[in-house]
């Protein structure tokens, strides 16, 4: 089995990108609906995020603007807060891969992956990626969002240039949805050692 790391920074079109790896038959790991599913209503961490963070919590899971609120800018209680939900995350990766374990490739979406994890384990890293004022454009039309957020969850993350830098293969996103799919047909035929369509 392959393991393909799938990142970018916020706005980029990782999520879509990701949808189009499931669409080619490639089973794909999200670190963030892994998240999501480990904070909302019923949540296996919501308990221990209230005990840490009183407040953030109700009936729907973890209120993720009262969490942001505490966490953003303030590295301790974001370093707090990884060690909560970092091991349970990896957990679930794992009995993902355990599920998938016949598949010549998988994806593992990790937003943070540079940030955060690395290249560990990894058989090459994609960059999913676009002009910038695309990307501004993509996030500042999402509910609730604002340019101090917007800076603020940049500043957390690696610039987009050293990223592509970093990465084994770039997924360009500012470009028609048909053209980022046809890459990412390409990449899988490329890491499966087909020959590209």
Same mark, same amino acid.
């Given at each position: 089995?392959?393991?393909?790391g799938l990142?970018?920074?916020?706005?980029?079109?990782?999520s879509?990108?990701?949808a189009m790896?499931?669409?080619a038959?490639?089973p794909?790991?999200?670190a963030?609906?892994?998240?999501?599913?480990?904070q909302g209503?019923?949540?296996?961490?919501v308990?221990t995020?209230?005990?840490?963070?009183?407040?953030?919590?109700g009936?729907?899971?973890?209120d993720?603007?009262?969490?942001g609120a505490q966490?953003?800018?303030?590295?301790?209680?974001?370093?707090?807060l990884?060690?909560?939900?970092?091991?349970?995350?990896?957990e679930?990766?794992?009995?993902f891969?355990?599920?998938h374990?016949?598949a010549?490739?998988?994806?593992f979406d990790i937003p943070?992956?540079?940030e955060?994890t690395g290249? !560990?384990g990894?058989a090459? +890293?994609?960059?999913?990626?676009a002009p910038? #004022?695309?990307? @501004?454009e993509? /996030?500042?039309?999402?509910?609730?969002?604002?340019r101090e957020?917007?800076?603020?969850?940049l500043?957390?993350?690696?610039?987009?240039?050293e990223?592509? !830098?970093r990465a084994?293969? +770039?997924?360009d996103?500012g470009?028609?949805? #048909?053209?980022? @799919?046809?890459? /990412?047909?390409?990449?899988?035929?490329?890491?499966l050692g087909?020959e590209?369509?």
């Amino acid at each position: 089995m392959k393991i393909l790391g799938l990142t970018g920074s916020i706005g980029m079109g990782k999520s879509t990108v990701a949808a189009m790896f499931e669409e080619a038959g490639v089973p794909v790991f999200d670190a963030d609906a892994a998240v999501h599913a480990l904070q909302g209503p019923g949540g296996a961490l919501v308990s221990t995020i209230e005990a840490a963070f009183p407040g953030t919590t109700g009936s729907e899971g973890v209120d993720r603007a009262r969490l942001g609120a505490q966490v953003l800018g303030h590295p301790q209680a974001l370093a707090r807060l990884e060690s909560i939900v970092h091991p349970a995350v990896a957990e679930m990766r794992q009995r993902f891969l355990a599920e998938h374990r016949d598949a010549p490739l998988v994806v593992f979406d990790i937003p943070l992956l540079f940030e955060k994890t690395g290249g !560990a384990g990894l058989a090459a +890293v994609a960059v999913v990626s676009a002009p910038p #004022e695309v990307q @501004r454009e993509r /996030v500042l039309a999402r509910p609730g969002m604002t340019r101090e957020k917007f800076e603020r969850i940049l500043a957390l993350q690696m610039p987009d240039a050293e990223k592509r !830098a970093r990465a084994d293969f +770039v997924i360009d996103t500012g470009v028609p949805h #048909e053209d980022t @799919r046809r890459q /990412v047909r390409q990449l899988v035929s490329c890491l499966l050692g087909r020959e590209g369509r």
